[in-house]
């Protein structure tokens, strides 16, 4: 996942909305969102094929995760899957703090990633790149390959999208799905510095990113309520953007 905005404890009716985008290789296998099999029957999720991990979903009791990586071409990398990190708290019994509280102890074994999983009563955010950890309050957040938060100008068009979309009244999902498929550049002085070479940094400052190897491979909205029940909603992209089809699951809210 590499960028993605989430409306916590803000809007009346939806305990949790997320909007994210995962941008890979196009050649890395990937199966669609779907509720995963025995033995992690309760994750619904797109699932990495490489790995077995990954990168946004939910679980049938209406807890939620996100994982993005962090961009640093200079820091180790290696080590378990980030895509674990979703996997394991999803199809787990720990709630939010006690998972990123275990995790924080092994942070460091993983290449850099930010992490979000969130349950009834917390959002949670871990990251080891640089090391950090903290219930989030109510309120828009984001994040994208930098820390959480940051003003990456895609990240603060994302989330102000997503404050925008969380005041109306009746609200359909098109303005986050617009939001998610925005291809706008960031102009070069509002460029984060990430060590990449610029002609990437431009690329990469787009919500969306269309390419024929790499790009946005699916766009993802969730949606939770106060009852634990809602829906995932994933869009899925081929080389060059190209619609491949979309899912959608419900979240029963089997309880705590």
């Not at 990586?69 to 899957?81: F, K």
């Amino acid at each position: 996942m590499c960028l993605v905005t989430l409306a916590w404890n803000s809007h009346p009716r939806w305990r949790l909305a997320m909007a994210g985008n995962r941008d890979e290789f196009h050649a890395r296998p990937t199966a669609p969102l779907q509720r995963w099999a025995e033995p992690q029957e309760s994750v619904i999720a797109g699932r990495d094929l490489r790995s077995g991990g990954s990168w946004m979903g939910v679980n049938a009791r209406g807890h939620a995760a996100v994982v993005t990586n962090v961009r640093d071409p200079t820091a180790a990398t290696g080590g378990p899957s980030r895509g674990e990190l979703i996997a394991s708290y999803l199809g787990g019994a720990l709630d939010a703090t006690h998972y990123t509280r275990a995790l924080a102890n092994r942070a460091g074994e993983f290449a850099p990633f930010n992490l979000l999983v969130a349950d009834a009563k917390t959002c949670t955010y871990l990251g080891n790149h640089p090391a950090g950890w903290q219930n989030l309050p109510p309120g828009i957040h984001g994040m994208s390959n930098g820390s959480l938060d940051a003003p990456w100008p895609k990240t603060l068009r994302l989330m102000r999208a997503m404050e925008t979309w969380s005041t109306q009244e009746t609200p359909t999902l098109d303005p986050l799905w617009r939001a998610l498929a925005d291809e706008t550049r960031a102009a070069d002085t509002a460029l984060p510095h990430t060590g990449v070479p610029i002609e990437l940094e431009r690329r990469l400052s787009s919500a969306f990113i269309r390419g024929a190897d790499y790009g946005t491979r699916a766009s993802t909205v969730i949606l939770i309520d106060h009852a634990g029940r809602g829906f995932i909603h994933e869009r899925r992209f081929g080389p060059e953007g190209v619609f491949q089809g979309e899912t959608r699951v419900e979240i029963p809210g089997d309880g705590e």
